[in-house]
């Protein structure tokens, strides 16, 4: 059986604007299974951003190997969906376009979004209507509270079923637990 995600001995080097070297992770192993809930933690910079940009696609490894779904991860996965500790919408885009967005700018969706564009607001809607913010599409960030940000934005993220989902969150009751425990089940999708 393939693995979801697969990483092999994965390490990550930035430069700084120092131009120095710094070592974000270093010889990562990983092995998740579709259907797997796994929650990665740690104390701030220990890496676990930099491990879902890999995953993601966002950021190539300075060594190791990251395979998704059986396939090596050499640029941006368009089923992959991040979704961060602030909602991160665009002000000017209205709830239902914020919901879109990846679609415009994601290899192998944008050229098909003109065509498909109908289709993927009537999927947008659903989503909406799934977190209870169907009557909202026509309204900016702005007009929308925090928690109603926040669902636009997970929304936004899992677009649709069997895609990959990560999501940053730090602090709050996070906190206590960072570097403790790692839990793995397969209860979850």
Not at 8 to 19: I, P
Not at 37 to 46: H, K, L, M, R
Request: charged letters at 25%; a positive charge; proline letters at 6%.
């Amino acid at each position: 059986m393939v693995n979801l995600v697969s990483i092999q001995n994965a390490t990550l080097r930035y430069r700084t604007e120092k131009d120095e070297d710094f070592l974000a992770i270093e010889g990562v192993d990983l092995k998740i299974d579709a259907g797997e809930f796994v929650a990665i933690v740690g104390p701030s910079g220990c890496g676990k951003s930099s491990l879902l940009r890999l995953i993601s696609g966002l950021t190539p490894p300075t060594r190791g190997d990251v395979i998704v779904s059986g396939n090596p991860v050499r640029k941006p996965l368009n089923i992959v969906g991040m979704a961060f500790q602030n909602p991160t919408l665009l002000p000017w885009r209205t709830t239902i376009d914020n919901i879109i967005l990846p679609l415009e700018i994601v290899d192998g969706h944008r050229s098909k979004l003109k065509s498909y564009r109908d289709r993927h607001i009537g999927l947008g809607r659903e989503l909406l209507k799934i977190v209870g913010l169907n009557e909202f599409e026509d309204k900016f960030p702005w007009q929308l509270s925090g928690g109603m940000q926040q669902r636009v934005s997970l929304r936004r993220a899992v677009r649709r079923i069997g895609c990959l989902y990560a999501r940053r969150i730090v602090g709050g009751p996070a906190r206590p637990m960072d570097g403790k425990k790692v839990h793995r089940s397969p209860r979850y999708a």
